[in-house]
């Protein structure tokens, strides 16, 4: 089945505590990004990626990175955790960057930073 | 200005009835797409229909169709014969050249929270 898997789903964490979000796919895309979700400012782009070792900023990079070294795998990385990074988060990849490409989420991470 | 309008925050219809969901877009560019993903409560984002800007016939989906009115710059999502299991948020968003990049940009509007009425 193709899908985007994201781990974990759900967690809750301290300031500071460094945490990773995997995310993987099995249907060997090109392209990969991270999005955050908040009340009222919809889902906004942290990071993408067009292809292995290629990484680029999305709207809101701040406190996060990320990396490529395999096509199927994109972690998300929080080095220093705070609480404004509380949110829901999602995993996305599509087959090429053009327009007509659909993007597949991932189950979305439920991250709580106290 | 915003890229992608949902001017509706909340919809209900009777179940096995038809509802539209508004979407209007912003942008200079010919080629683009047009996608609507459903967001059921527990969370994932699931996505529904696809658009291009250079698709002639509107899209369709089963009981999902999407009405492409390119001038006016809108791309309504229409559910047939609604079920109780339709009840979520629906996101219209558009992806873009992104500048400079290489790259496309996928845009979300805010959403509308559809309510299924049995």
């Known amino acids: 089945e193709a899908q985007v898997t994201q781990n974990p789903r759900y967690l809750i964490t301290v300031t500071g505590k460094k945490l990773t979000v995997t995310c993987s796919q099995n249907m060997n895309h090109e392209y990969m990004s991270w999005y955050r979700q908040d009340p009222g400012l919809g889902l906004r782009q942290i990071y993408y990626s067009m292809n292995v070792e290629v990484t680029d900023k999305g709207d809101v990079p701040e406190g996060y990175k990320v990396s490529r070294k395999e096509k199927r795998n994109f972690p998300l990385i929080l080095e220093s955790p705070s609480p404004n990074q509380t949110s829901l988060y999602f995993c996305?990849?599509?087959?090429?960057?053009?327009?007509?490409?659909?993007?597949?989420f991932g189950e979305g991470s439920w991250l709580t930073v106290v | 200005a915003q890229k992608i309008t949902q001017t509706q925050p909340g919809m209900f219809v009777q179940e096995k009835e038809a509802v539209t969901l508004d979407c209007t877009y912003d942008t200079s560019d010919q080629s683009y797409g047009l996608f609507w993903y459903k967001q059921p409560s527990s969370g994932e984002m699931i996505f529904l229909i696809y658009?291009?800007?250079?698709?002639?016939q509107n899209a369709t989906e089963g009981r999902y169709s999407l009405n492409f009115q390119k001038a006016r710059k809108s791309a309504n999502l229409v559910i047939s014969a609604s079920q109780l299991g339709d009840s979520a948020m629906y996101f219209c968003a558009m992806r873009e050249p992104f500048s400079g990049a290489g790259s496309y940009q996928l845009t979300f509007g805010k959403g509308t929270k559809l309510s299924v009425i049995p």
């Open positions: 996305a990849s599509s087959r090429g960057q053009s327009s007509g490409n659909t993007i597949y």
């Open positions: 658009q291009g800007s250079y698709d002639e």
